[in-house]
């Protein structure tokens, strides 16, 4: 597991990660959009990232925008766990050292949720059905004693 000596370090390791998992999953990202991924109100950023906040905010939905980074990284750690535990134990140290600052990178990964994810909508379903019909068993029961 690498560590890390900075916070930029650490933020930069997770963006990597994150325009990786884009590219991989074909998901087009703007220069823009690539360069939100570094703002913070606080912490050490890009030079330029007050005009590129200004841009975002006249040409971009920011749930959509969040919608869709959250859902790359979802699945980059879902991948992660699969295929490679020390890079997701890296990732999760990165994560800890950025934590020390704030972020915006931290809101869009702690909203990371499956995105539109049919499994968990069938288990969801599933679930519902189940409750139902064992509801549907009991009052039967009660309605006929």
Known sequence: ?????????????????????AQQESVPLSETERKMLYFSETASTLPDIWRV????DRDYNQDEYEKKIGSLVWNLR????KENADELKTWDSAVGRVRREDHY???????ARPAGNPAKSR??????????????????YMWSH
């Open 78 to 81: 879902e991948r992660l766990q």
């Open 53 to 56: 906040s200004e841009e975002f």
């Open 105 to 111: 990178l931290l809101v869009l990964i702690d909203a």
């Open 1 to 21: 597991m690498k560590t890390f000596t900075s916070t930029h370090e650490a933020k930069e390791f997770l963006i990597d990660l994150i325009v990786q998992e």
């Open 123 to 140: 288990t969801f379903l599933w679930s519902f059905l189940l409750a139902f019909v064992i509801g549907g068993i009991i009052l039967a």
